[in-house]
């Protein structure tokens, strides 16, 4: 990349993707081409790091995040990105970083999270439609700095922590209905927080992250919950 960071968000495919953001608060916006780094000559309205991203690399959206070393920290600043700028939209109702996040432009479910102010962290869900964001059903854990991955209607949320940025990570994988938050049966081999997530509800790989202590290379797959199914045994 042509500007080197962490805590950055991104969003779009292997061969069109959008970088943006980072802490110490940037506004910075890179594309790629599938083969090279480009430098968009205008950044984000609002410079941050440990936002989320959805989207695609012509319509991507940058929710919430942190403005270190500004006080306050916490922003509900989204912006929505055309391939070529920036415009500031609607805010969120609850200004939080490290959120996870599914979806696309104009259809995203925002979940859990971290605000500065009281150090509380989040089982608040909005939902977006392009306009407006909704308050939906709270998660069933408060829990941040989590992977995630899907759509509005289908979404996942894996790993993260539910205390403090060093306290234990969560193996535990979240999943969104459209109406409401349940817990799976389903878990983390590798328990993680920071982790990085992409894919569909179906197919999803969870990547990475901060283990206690230290960080990992891990890379888990998700496929779906499974079907149940019922067989009859006779007994002669």
């Given at each position: 990349?042509?500007?080197?960071?962490?805590?950055?968000a991104?969003?779009?495919?292997q061969?069109?993707?959008?970088?943006?953001g980072?802490?110490?608060?940037?506004s910075?916006t890179?594309l790629?081409?599938?083969?090279s780094?480009?430098?968009n000559?205008t950044?984000?309205?609002?410079?941050?790091?440990?936002?989320?991203?959805?989207?695609?690399?012509t319509a991507?959206?940058?929710?919430g995040?942190?403005?270190?070393?500004?006080?306050p920290?916490?922003?509900?600043a989204?912006e929505?990105?055309?391939?070529?700028?920036?415009?500031?939209t609607?805010?969120?109702?609850?200004?939080?970083?490290?959120?996870?996040?599914?979806?696309?432009?104009?259809?995203t479910?925002?979940?859990?999270?971290f605000?500065?102010?009281?150090?509380?962290?989040?089982?608040?869900?909005?939902?977006?439609n392009?306009s407006?964001w909704t308050?939906?059903?709270?998660?069933?854990?408060a829990?941040?700095?989590m992977?995630?991955?899907g759509t509005q209607?289908?979404?996942?949320?894996?790993?993260g922590?539910s205390?403090?940025?060093?306290?234990?990570?969560?193996?535990?994988?979240?999943?969104?209905?459209?109406?409401?938050?349940s817990?799976?049966?389903?878990?983390?081999?590798?328990s993680r927080?920071r982790?990085?997530?992409?894919?569909?509800?179906?197919?999803?790989l969870?990547?990475?992250?901060y283990?206690?202590?230290?960080?990992t290379?891990?890379?888990?797959?998700?496929?779906?919950?499974?079907v149940a199914?019922?067989?009859?045994?006779?007994?002669?």
């Amino acid at each position: 990349m042509n500007t080197g960071r962490q805590y950055l968000a991104g969003c779009g495919t292997q061969t069109a993707s959008l970088a943006f953001g980072a802490e110490p608060s940037t506004s910075a916006t890179e594309l790629w081409n599938g083969t090279s780094w480009t430098t968009n000559p205008t950044g984000m309205n609002t410079a941050r790091g440990n936002l989320s991203g959805v989207g695609i690399q012509t319509a991507g959206l940058a929710i919430g995040g942190d403005r270190l070393p500004a006080t306050p920290r916490t922003t509900n600043a989204v912006e929505s990105f055309n391939g070529t700028s920036w415009t500031t939209t609607t805010s969120l109702n609850t200004a939080r970083r490290n959120t996870g996040a599914a979806g696309t432009n104009t259809a995203t479910i925002v979940f859990g999270g971290f605000v500065d102010a009281g150090g509380v962290i989040q089982t608040a869900s909005e939902s977006w439609n392009g306009s407006t964001w909704t308050n939906t059903a709270s998660l069933p854990q408060a829990r941040w700095n989590m992977g995630s991955a899907g759509t509005q209607t289908a979404a996942l949320g894996f790993g993260g922590s539910s205390t403090s940025a060093g306290g234990p990570p969560n193996n535990s994988t979240i999943d969104w209905d459209g109406s409401a938050w349940s817990t799976l049966p389903a878990t983390l081999a590798t328990s993680r927080q920071r982790m990085s997530g992409t894919g569909t509800y179906p197919a999803a790989l969870g990547a990475g992250g901060y283990v206690t202590p230290g960080v990992t290379a891990a890379t888990e797959e998700w496929t779906g919950p499974g079907v149940a199914q019922t067989k009859t045994v006779t007994v002669s």
